[in-house]
């Protein structure tokens, strides 16, 4: 789950990790209204949306004035962003954020994150803030900076140190620096973050250290111990059929291909996907059922793969574990036969009950196609692609 920067910036007040004064708006009247008690020369007008690069699409704009901001605001708000982040028809921006602005001497970039191959956390950290962390690391790895962290251990203030005196901060700012860190860090682990980022971290004339940005990613698993962080969800940042999923408790990613596919296990999702490229197909979306998948659930899958206009064909993938294939079956054939579903559809049965669960899709009237393996299924399926097309 992904939360927007103002909200990022609530939080990590929160836990004492300094960020320029800031205020939300809705209407250029109320951005006008914060300018003005803001009281800055010079304040920053943001776009609102789950997106970097906001600057680069024009949702990012400096105003010298509270008319200026007024301005800035009705420019932006409205406005369909396009970034290298957002989705390929842009992201409609709702609310901007109107922050004072900031002496900026030098700009770095900071992120608390897993290292999944080292097995412990990780203290990310840059020179070259303002900057996408990608190129960073592919054209200039040196400056790529990282400290491990041992779980059972924790985070120490030499290691905080250490990192800041590599970043070439002096004694006095990595003073500022070490409480600073540590207050991140304390929201990663009490928050169940997946990652925290703050990119750039600037460095003021005057000495200070704040936050510009703030990116908080939470671990879904984990948002039942917090619902104070559930409850800042935006569905309006959210892919409706994404959003429809998690209501019914079925994993669901949108992709652009035309093969809709429905699996059990994240596992044999990505494999199924891996085998619909390799047959020379593309898939339209990931959705695991999970292993406690029944007639409803199934019903309730189709019906989201079929709001994808660009499904021509759907693969069901199911191995019978937990799962008893003969119950798929019989909800493969009430989806298919309630929702009318009108394209060629290919179903693959093994493990649990998968012989009875057969028999029921062979006994149905309806134009399935059984496959026996995973390949004989992705090729099954591409070839029902590129004969309906």
């Known amino acids: 789950m992904n939360v927007h920067?103002?909200?990022?910036?609530?939080?990590?007040?929160?836990?004492?990790?300094a960020v320029p004064d800031g205020e939300l708006a809705t209407t250029p009247e109320e951005a006008e209204r914060a300018a003005k008690s803001l009281g800055t020369p010079i304040v920053v007008v943001k776009a609102q949306v789950h997106a970097g690069g906001r600057g680069k699409g024009g949702g990012?704009?400096?105003?010298?004035?509270?008319?200026?901001?007024?301005?800035?605001?009705?420019?932006?708000?409205?406005?369909?962003?396009?970034?290298?982040?957002?989705?390929p028809e842009g992201k409609l921006v709702r609310k901007v954020y109107v922050e004072a602005g900031s002496n900026i001497e030098k700009e770095y970039y900071l992120a608390v994150l897993f290292d999944r191959a080292a097995e412990k956390f990780a203290l990310v950290a840059s020179t070259e803030g303002g900057m996408e962390i990608e190129v960073v690391a592919e054209a200039t790895p040196d400056k790529i900076l990282t400290t491990l962290i041992e779980p059972n251990v924790g985070l120490r203030d030499y290691q905080i140190r250490d990192l800041g005196f590599r970043l070439g901060l002096d004694p006095d700012q990595v003073k500022k620096f070490v409480p600073f860190v540590r207050g991140l860090f304390n929201l990663y682990l009490d928050k169940d973050c997946s990652q925290v980022e703050i990119n750039p971290l600037v460095l003021t004339a005057e000495g200070d250290l704040y936050a510009l940005d703030g990116k908080l990613?939470?671990?879904?698993?984990?948002?039942?111990?917090?619902?104070?962080i559930a409850a800042l969800r935006d569905p309006d940042e959210e892919d409706e059929r994404e959003r429809a999923a998690n209501e019914i408790d079925l994993a669901y990613v949108g992709l652009d291909g035309s093969i809709g596919c429905m699996v059990n296990g994240a596992g044999l999702a990505m494999a199924t996907l891996d085998m619909i490229h390799y047959c020379g197909g593309t898939p339209a979306n990931f959705l695991d059922a999970g292993g406690g998948a029944d007639k409803e659930k199934v019903k309730q899958a189709f019906k989201l793969i079929l709001t994808d206009d660009n499904v021509k064909a759907i693969l069901v993938n199911?191995?019978?574990?937990?799962?008893?294939?003969?119950?798929?079956?019989?909800?493969?054939?009430a989806a298919a036969a309630d929702l009318g579903v009108g394209v060629p559809l290919v179903v693959?049965?093994?493990?649990?009950?998968?012989?009875?669960?057969?028999?029921?899709?062979a006994q149905s009237d309806l134009n399935i196609t059984p496959a026996e393996t995973l390949k004989e299924a992705g090729e099954l399926v591409v070839a029902a692609v590129k004969g309906a097309a």
């Open 5 to 17: 920067e103002y909200q990022a910036k609530a939080l990590f007040r929160e836990f004492g990790v």
């Open 60 to 87: 990012v704009k400096l105003a010298k004035s509270a008319t200026e901001a007024k301005t800035a605001a009705s420019e932006i708000l409205g406005m369909t962003l396009h970034t290298p982040q957002t989705p």
């Open 217 to 228: 990613n939470f671990d879904d698993n984990a948002l039942y111990r917090h619902p104070e």
């Open 318 to 333: 199911i191995f019978g574990g937990i799962v008893r294939c003969d119950l798929i079956a019989e909800g493969v054939v």
């Open 348 to 361: 693959r049965l093994q493990g649990t009950m998968a012989t009875e669960g057969r028999a029921i899709l």
